[in-house]
């Protein structure tokens, strides 16, 4: 039989993550010491009530059919948390939890799309925003974040003929992965433009918990007008050290968040009920472990910064995320090969921009999941392997 797969899958490349990995395991074969910064996974522990809201609710033997919906407990804590930590009012009717934002952002076009809509992506872009569009049969249009403009985007350069037929726009800071913030001023300013062209604004809001040198994270939908024009996605992955449990919502405008639910529907039956739980410890328990934690990151981009900057590697210090963001040494013309390059002449695995669309090409990606002694480690494992020279 000649079985033949979808023509689709061809969009759909892990190359470069595939040939990282093979090279990694090469060097690992060696016994080489390896500094592997390449995933954004948490090296921190989980929070010990939260840890115990799971296991507890695990010994329940009613917790382990169906959920279907939302706990009301859950949708409460989530209402409380956006009050107490941004300042926000939600209702009940306006929140949905999704497995993970990397599941809802790739779903949430087929809710918002038809055939031929363009969905406004960055570039550069964290993949499941690219996905997001290619799973609804919307266009991708990338429009440029660049660092001459601190990665903002500039909105009077997306084409008018784009805007006509343009049905939403994905926007996210602080920003994976070139580690930017937002001012305030550019949400008004979003705002006001999607309303003036009739386009839905979807914001991924995954490390508004990762600031630095004293910064405030908060919420697009703290902005008047927001939940008129878009949702936020928000996830428990990174401030709370979640990542394998998928646990992050989708909240703002009803009739977006409805949309959403219907297609979920389709496809799933519900967050297991032990990680509503989790959740709900998360949610309504002390926030002063995520700000220790935060100090933290913050200890560590300092050591890589420094770090670098001593051996003659000259980057910027990152502003937000639980990653940096790197030029790449100029006698380089390709972030893949230089990653390649550095695995193997230094040990020290991370991630080439060009991963994240044409424009990061010429960065590379660090996740900071090494506490800072190690990464001073690695910043003279790479000044002795003589790949800057």
Not at 3 to 17: A, N, P
Not at 213 to 232: C, I, P, R, T
Not at 242 to 252: C, E
Request: aromatic share 12%.
């Amino acid at each position: 039989m000649d079985i033949q797969l979808s023509k689709d899958l061809g969009k759909y490349q892990t190359g470069i993550f595939k040939a990282l990995t093979e090279k990694k395991n090469e060097v690992e074969a060696t016994g080489k010491k390896l500094f592997n910064m390449f995933v954004g996974t948490p090296d921190f522990e989980v929070f010990p009530h939260i840890q115990k809201a799971i296991s507890e609710a695990c010994m329940n033997p009613d917790n382990f059919k169906y959920s279907l919906v939302d706990h009301p407990d859950l949708l409460k804590a989530v209402v409380a948390y956006y009050k107490k930590r941004y300042g926000v009012d939600l209702d009940t009717t306006e929140i949905t939890s999704v497995n993970g934002s990397q599941e809802g952002l790739s779903h949430i076009g087929m809710a918002l799309c038809d055939q031929g809509d363009y969905v406004l992506i960055p570039n550069p872009g964290y993949p499941a925003f690219e996905v997001s569009a290619l799973f609804s049969k919307g266009t991708p249009y990338y429009y440029d974040l660049l660092e001459e403009h601190h990665y903002l985007p500039q909105l009077d350069s997306i084409p008018e003929e784009v805007l006509q037929h343009a049905k939403y726009m994905i926007v996210s800071y602080p920003y994976n992965p070139v580690c930017a913030t937002a001012p305030a001023e550019f949400y008004d300013e979003v705002i006001a433009f999607a309303k003036k062209h009739n386009i839905i604004i979807v914001h991924d809001n995954a490390y508004s918990d990762i600031l630095y040198d004293g910064v405030y994270g908060g919420s697009f939908l703290e902005h008047e007008g927001a939940k008129e024009v878009g949702v936020e996605f928000f996830s428990l992955s990174k401030s709370f050290n979640l990542t394998g449990a998928r646990i992050s919502f989708v909240v703002g405008n009803k009739k977006i968040v409805d949309g959403l639910k219907l297609i979920r529907s389709q496809y799933d039956f519900g967050m297991f009920l032990p990680l509503q739980y989790g959740a709900i410890a998360a949610l309504t328990g002390p926030l002063d472990p995520v700000k220790e934690q935060c100090k933290k990151y913050e200890a560590r981009r300092d050591a890589l910064y420094n770090g670098l900057n001593d051996i003659g590697w000259p980057v910027e210090k990152c502003q937000g995320t639980m990653f940096s963001w790197a030029r790449i040494p100029a006698k380089y013309s390709s972030s893949q090969q230089f990653c390649m390059d550095l695995v193997e002449k230094a040990g020290v695995l991370c991630t080439p921009g060009s991963a994240f669309g044409s424009n990061g090409e010429g960065y590379v990606r660090f996740a900071l999941v090494l506490p800072p002694e190690e990464i001073r480690k690695m910043c003279a494992a790479i000044k002795e392997s003589g790949i800057l020279e």
